[in-house]
């Protein structure tokens, strides 16, 4: 083979792999593993997930592995420690959409000030 032919099976795919059936599963399957997220904090190309007590590291670690093999523009940092679990997710600064997107797994929390809300602050901060 040809270096010209060699150079797609080198560099990674540009968007996601996966056709619209694995995709459905594999949204349903993060929103598993993150519906006891705590909050998120998002900047530019990055969000820091405060996962709950009772995240499952194995399935994270799992579905961090699975995602880059299908959308290799993601980046995964998991993190659990003493005082907290965190999960960070990255992308270059052109798939800033693809973050926004990979966002809106996370659970929902009341606004600032809303019913449920007591203090008066939300656990998500964008």
């Known amino acids: 083979m040809t270096a010209r032919e060699l150079l797609p099976l080198i560099q990674p795919p540009d968007s996601c792999t996966l056709d619209s059936a694995a995709l459905s599963t594999r949204v349903e399957e993060w929103r598993a593993a993150l519906a ?23 399935a994270l670690a799992r579905l961090c592995e699975l995602e880059t ?35 809106s797994l996370m659970p929902t929390w009341p606004a600032p000030g809303s019913a449920g809300d007591d203090d008066g602050t939300s656990p998500c901060q964008a």
């Open 36 to 58: 006891g997220a705590t909050g998120v904090e998002i900047a530019k190309s990055q969000a820091v997930i405060a996962l709950g007590p009772t995240a499952d590291a194995a």
């Open 69 to 103: 093999a299908c959308c290799s523009f993601f980046t995964f940092d998991l993190r659990f420690s003493a005082a907290d679990r965190t999960l960070t997710v990255a992308v270059p600064a052109t798939k800033q959409d693809e973050l926004l997107a990979f966002q």
